[in-house]
């Protein structure tokens, strides 16, 4: 007996999905070095096509806006093939209207922004571009062959970005028709659009960074002026004196510093490598105790000076815990001395950082002026047999010593002949004079 099988033939019929409206978007370069002076412009390109039997309302939407690293490209131009094309900034919004089996395309030129990412290594630009859309299936539903359903456009039914659904019932209708190829059509919501999206990456290789702070400066006793002297991304920095913030701008002048070591620091934020680049540079401020000088009073040693003051003046008030020297051993401010000769004096600040060095030479005149001899009479003979002789200055100051080996202030003299008397300060200096 011979045994029949039954063949069962299925028929499935093609049902269009959604994805039928694709959206692409490339970009001309794949990487970019980025360097300083070197902002690349790129284009990018979006294409729609509409590969479905309906027309599509479509709208693109393409900010320029980085996801990944949240800067924007300078936007330059954009070129449409049709449709209309509306520019807010760099914000980008695209409105078109594609027929069955047509594509658009959306033409972008941007300069890559010189401050996205990190610089100094890589990194992946990704750009996304928008695509919502609507059929527009009135049309087909008017020239379907089935004039019952006609009155659902009545004309009129032609969905927009501004109004997406002006037929309500035209999905219900189209699902239940009986014709499984179209339902395709609301295959999303009736009331809402259909979206794609379409990514386009720039690998960026380098940012080279610029990261400059270079500056110079000047010290005037208790002020220090500085300038910047260098060229990076941004210059209008900040300064800060031993960690403390001082001021910004591209130069400053900081007053009546106190003595010691200091800690000047120029900082600018360089957004190619997003770090802070800085330079500092350590300075003294001199104590105005290590400049002074030796003020003598009076100038000279003498016969009527026979002692003088050196004093040692500061510039400014002497620190405490200063340390102060001079050649003779003593750390008195103020010394005394009865002899000339070279004067110096050493003083170190408290903190170490500063010493100062004076000198002086000090002059010493010991002759004693004025010293002579009076005399009862030049001459001796019979009839004047001796003559008195005063040696001037005269009084209990001083001392004596005559030719003839006395040594009281007047002498009696009878032989003729010339005399001589040495006359000595006693009252602690080395002065003398000689008269005849």
Not at 58 to 82: K, M, R, W
Not at 301 to 319: D, H, R, V, Y
Not at 339 to 367: H, K, M, P, R, W
């Amino acid at each position: 007996m011979k045994r029949i099988i039954p063949i069962v033939i299925i028929l499935i019929l093609p049902i269009l999905l959604l994805g039928q409206v694709t959206i692409t978007k490339t970009a001309d370069e794949s990487t970019v070095d980025l360097t300083f002076g070197n902002f690349p412009i790129v284009n990018f390109e979006i294409i729609v096509t509409n590969n479905s039997s309906c027309t599509i309302e479509a709208s693109v939407n393409d900010d320029l806006y980085d996801p990944q690293v949240g800067f924007s490209p300078i936007l330059l131009s954009a070129s449409v093939t049709e449709g209309e094309l509306m520019i807010n900034g760099n914000a980008m919004v695209w409105l078109d209207t594609l027929a069955p089996g047509q594509a658009d395309t959306l033409n972008i030129q941007t300069q890559f922004d010189p401050f996205s990412g990190p610089g100094g290594g890589a990194f992946t630009y990704v750009n996304t571009a928008n695509l919502e859309y609507y059929f527009n299936c009135c049309e087909e539903v008017e020239n379907d062959g089935d004039p019952s359903n006609d009155d659902l456009c009545n004309g009129n039914c032609e969905p927009s970005i501004f109004n997406p659904d002006p037929c309500p019932n035209l999905c219900a209708d189209i699902l239940s028709d009986g014709d499984p190829t179209n339902d395709y059509l609301c295959g999303v919501s009736d009331a809402g659009p259909n979206t794609e999206s379409a990514e386009a990456p720039i690998i960026v290789i380098s940012c080279d960074p610029f990261c400059d702070a270079t500056f110079q400066y000047t010290i005037s006793g208790t002020e220090v002026t500085a300038d910047y002297v260098g060229f990076g991304w941004f210059v209008d920095g900040e300064w800060t004196l031993d960690g403390m913030s001082v001021g910004f701008g591209l130069n400053i002048t900081l007053s009546n510093l106190s003595p010691g070591t200091h800690t000047l620091c120029y900082s600018t934020y360089d957004d190619c490598v997003f770090t802070t680049c800085q330079e500092c540079e350590t300075f003294i401020i001199e104590d105005p105790v290590c400049n002074l000088t030796i003020v003598a009073n009076p100038e000279e040693i003498n016969c009527q000076n026979p002692t003088i003051e050196l004093t040692a003046e500061f510039s400014g008030t002497p620190s405490p815990g200063m340390t102060l020297v001079w050649n003779t051993g003593e750390t008195t401010q103020d010394i005394t001395i009865s002899q000339g000769g070279s004067y110096s004096v050493t003083v170190t600040d408290a903190a170490g950082n500063c010493s100062g060095l004076a000198d002086i030479f000090i002059e010493e005149s010991l002759d004693l002026t004025g010293v002579s001899i009076s005399t009862t009479s030049t001459y001796v003979d019979a009839s004047n047999p001796s003559a008195v002789l005063t040696a001037n200055p005269s009084g209990a100051g001083y001392d004596y010593m005559w030719s003839t080996g006395e040594n009281t202030p007047q002498i009696t003299v009878t032989t003729p002949g010339t005399y001589m008397v040495t006359v000595s300060d006693n009252q602690g200096s080395a002065c003398a004079g000689t008269g005849q």
